[in-house]
């Protein structure tokens, strides 16, 4: 099993800027690409972005290009999430979910087993 576990959300001003860890743990001994997700009240749960196993592949949607960078420390078993320029439509629970793997980034939250508890991202104007 594997427990992913959300931290670093909270109340941003617009502009301003976030930064979100991943912290997973249990079995860790296999390879995992980790995908950032978030959902707004009302609405479907949707990425944001997405690693490889060693950080070598990242894919973003197209609403957060330019602003978030994701990333990875694999000796500390976290994945970061650095959000940058963020605007109040980014407002959302965050959550971070894993999926074995190593190279190829997956969209759908179907792909992936695990999930986190997530973490509110709040962006005022």
């Known amino acids: 099993q594997v427990q992913l576990v959300e931290s670093g959300g909270g109340l941003v001003q617009a502009g301003g800027s976030l930064r979100l860890s991943c912290a997973r743990s249990?079995?860790?001994?296999?390879?995992?690409?980790v995908g950032w997700f978030r959902q707004a009240p009302g609405q479907e749960r949707e990425f944001v972005a997405g690693?490889?196993?060693?950080?070598?592949?990242?894919y973003y949607a197209d609403s957060v290009k330019g602003r978030f960078t994701i990333s990875r420390d694999n000796a500390k078993n976290t994945v970061y999430l650095q959000m940058n320029s963020l605007k109040p439509e980014d407002t959302a629970v965050y959550y971070c979910?894993?999926?074995?793997?190593?190279?190829?980034?997956?969209?759908?939250?179907?792909?992936?087993?695990?999930w986190g508890q997530g973490t509110q991202v709040t962006v005022s104007s």
């Open positions: 690693i490889s196993w060693n950080g070598a592949n990242t």
């Open positions: 979910a894993a999926k074995t793997g190593l190279w190829t980034v997956a969209t759908p939250t179907t792909r992936y087993a695990y």
């Open positions: 249990g079995r860790t001994s296999d390879g995992y690409i």
